[in-house]
T-cell receptor
Framework: GAVVSQHPSRVICKSGTSVKIECRSLDFQATTMFWYRQFPKQSLMLMATSNEGSKATYEQGVEKDKFLINHASLTLSTLTVTSAHPEDSSFYIC????????????FGSGTRLTVV | AQTVTQSQPEMSVQEAETVTLSCTYD???????LFWYKQPPSRQMILVIR??????QNATENRFSVNFQKAAKSFSLKISDSQLGDTAMYFCAFMKQDTDKLIFGTGTRLQVFP
């Protein structure tokens, strides 16, 4: 089946630094990928939709200059948290949809970001 | 805007028993898709079952089945013969046709005990 690889699974960084999270579709092409944020014991909140070859579409309230998204190829999207602060600490999850149109979404295993 | 409501924050069931998780949603759309996702302690999101709104027949996947009531905007998940491995957070999700956005409910934590 479709597999989405997300790295790193855990990362700790210092305040003010930037962190890059990668999301790769391993055995299918994904023109669209999605980035979610999940706070402890809460639901997934969509942050942005990543479109291959074009700018990402951000949800209301998400700072596009803080959460930089790049979707340079049909199999890779990256999320960079710039100038991270402790309040950015969270669980970030990506997902990708196969272009076959069967509306099957595959999720990455998530990245736990801790900003100290 | 569409909303998804899961009114049961936590549920528990004994192994081999049946449990039903509730989900309601609000939309003015006629064509859409509904999903149940499972998130075990590993945090990996796993698709459990999917329902197209235009289909009257309830979707089933082995021990998992749904009761889709379109008029009532209800989409409950029934887990039969519960297994310890079913212990997880379960999220109901909605997607409008012709969009790619999944809207998740707040989740139900299911504990299956021996």
């Amino acid at each position: 089946g479709a597999v989405v690889s997300q790295h790193p699974s855990r990362v700790i960084c210092k305040s003010g630094t930037s962190v890059k999270i990668e999301c790769r579709s391993l055995d299918f092409q994904a023109t669209t990928m999605f980035w979610y944020r999940q706070f402890p014991k809460q639901s997934l909140m969509l942050m942005a939709t990543s479109n291959e070859g074009s700018k990402a579409t951000y949800e209301q309230g998400v700072e596009k200059d803080k959460f930089l998204i790049n979707h340079a190829s049909l199999t890779l999207s990256t999320l960079t948290v710039t100038s991270a602060h402790p309040e950015d600490s969270s669980f970030y999850i990506c997902s990708a949809r196969e272009s076959s149109g069967n509306y099957g979404y595959t999720f990455g295993s998530g990245t736990r970001l801790t900003v100290v | 805007a569409q909303t998804v409501t899961q009114s049961q924050p936590e549920m528990s069931v004994q192994e081999a028993e049946t449990v039903t998780l509730s989900c309601t949603y609000d939309t003015s759309e006629n064509n859409y898709y509904l999903f149940w996702y499972k998130q075990p302690p590993s945090r990996q999101m796993i698709l459990v079952i999917r329902q197209e709104a235009y289909k009257q027949q309830n979707a089933t996947e082995n021990r998992f089945s749904v009761n889709f009531q379109k008029a009532a905007k209800s989409f409950s998940l029934k887990i039969s013969d519960s297994q310890l491995g079913d212990t997880a957070m379960y999220f109901c999700a909605f997607m409008k046709q012709d969009t790619d956005k999944l809207i998740f409910g707040t989740g139900t934590r299911l504990q299956v005990f021996p």
